[in-house]
T-cell receptor
Framework: GDSVTQMEGPVTLSEEAFLTINCTYT??????LFWYVQYPGEGLQLLLK?????DKGSNKGFEATYRKETTSFHLEKGSVQVSDSAVYFC??????????FGTGTRLQVFP | GAVVSQHPSRVICKSGTSVKIECRSL??????MFWYRQFPKQSLMLMAT?????????EQGVEKDKFLINHASLTLSTLTVTSAHPEDSSFYIC??????????????FGPGTRLTVL
């Protein structure tokens, strides 16, 4: 079945460092791909999405490109801030509207 | 907009009792609501999909009689954990959707409910 694999955390960075959180997927069809963020004490929020191969999703300085050839959707940000500290979930969705999530990666940014 | 609330945020109960968790879409009508379970350091696992006025669709391995879902209106779905046991202790999260917009059906998530069964 479909699945999502993302790197284990925590990822610990200093402010203004470059961030990469790896995400790969397996799917039988042509899914849409998502990154969700969960700030402490809050629900998951959609951070960005891409619906087809080579699409780039971007929001709040974060980017991820849908790479069909490597079945990847890695999350990147050029300069992280303390306020980016959260748990990040990679997910895929197919026509059924169900979402399949990765295990989540905790990001800790220190000043 | 698109805010989803859950109540309670935390609940502690004794083994054998039942617990009801509410999920509300505060500023929109949700065509579909989803219930997830999240174990520590693990992913969100979809438990069931619920549509207003119809029976919930449960994922494989989820006991329907254990986890009762009622979706009585377009803004409220409830999850009742019946005869709870310590192994039911978990973080339960709901989400709600507006319906398909431009081919995509975004889910809006509640903040979750921490259930601890003693």
């Amino acid at each position: 079945g479909d699945s999502v694999t993302q790197m284990e955390g925590p990822v610990t960075l200093s402010e203004e460092a470059f961030l990469t959180i790896n995400c790969t997927y397996t799917a039988t069809g042509y899914p849409s791909l998502f990154w969700y963020v969960q700030y402490p004490g809050e629900g998951l929020q959609l951070l960005l999405k891409a619906t087809k191969a080579d699409d780039k999703g971007s929001n709040k300085g974060f980017e991820a490109t849908y790479r069909k050839e490597t079945t990847s959707f890695h999350l990147e940000k050029g300069s992280v801030q303390v306020s980016d500290s959260a748990v990040y979930f990679c997910a895929l969705g197919e026509n059924t509207d169900k979402l399949i999530f990765g295990t989540g990666t905790r990001l800790q940014v220190f000043p | 907009g698109a805010v989803v609330s859950q109540h309670p945020s935390r609940v502690i109960c004794k083994s054998g009792t039942s617990v009801k968790i509410e999920c509300r879409s505060l500023d929109f009508q949700a065509t579909t609501m989803f219930w997830y379970r999240q174990f520590p350091k693990q992913s969100l696992m979809l438990m069931a999909t619920s549509n207003e006025g119809s029976k919930a669709t449960y994922e494989q391995g989820v006991e329907k009689d254990k986890f009762l879902i009622n979706h009585a209106s377009l803004t409220l779905s409830t999850l009742t954990v019946t005869s709870a046991h310590p192994e039911d202790s978990s973080f339960y999260i709901c989400s709600a959707t507006l319906g398909r917009v431009a081919g995509y059906n975004e889910q809006f998530f509640g903040p979750g409910t921490r259930l601890t069964v003693l």
